[in-house]
């Protein structure tokens, strides 16, 4: 079982920064990817960027430029700093893990004001 717990959602104006973590514990493989999705409201769940083990990074283009994905294997944490968020950013966002399983978190609303 792994369990994925996010940190760091709120409202911010359009410009502005916020910084996402998401710790994981449980039974963690160790070569895994983490990451984040997002999922605005009536809209499919969508890849933000991810993260493997080894460092290599994928970014959506909507975000490439703003975010960036970082993590601490030591820690299983994984972070998300976005920069220049804008109104169309507004979603909740999702932590993800893959290794042997697909494993969730259960969101964190992100809502940038314009």
């Known amino acids: 079982q792994v369990q994925l717990v996010e940190f760091g959602g709120g409202l911010v104006q359009a410009g502005g920064s916020l910084r996402l973590s998401c710790a994981a514990s449980g039974s963690i493989f160790s070569i895994n990817v983490m990451g984040w999705y997002r999922q605005a409201p009536g809209k499919q769940r969508e890849l933000v960027a991810i993260?493997?083990?080894?460092?290599?990074?994928t970014y959506a283009d909507s975000v490439k430029g703003r975010f960036t994905i970082s993590r601490d294997n030591a820690k299983n944490t994984v972070y998300l700093q976005m920069n220049s968020l804008k109104p169309e950013d507004t979603a909740v966002y999702y932590c993800y893990l893959a290794a042997r399983s697909i494993n969730w978190g259960q969101g964190t609303q992100v809502t940038v004001s314009s």
């Open positions: 993260i493997t083990n080894g460092g290599t990074t």
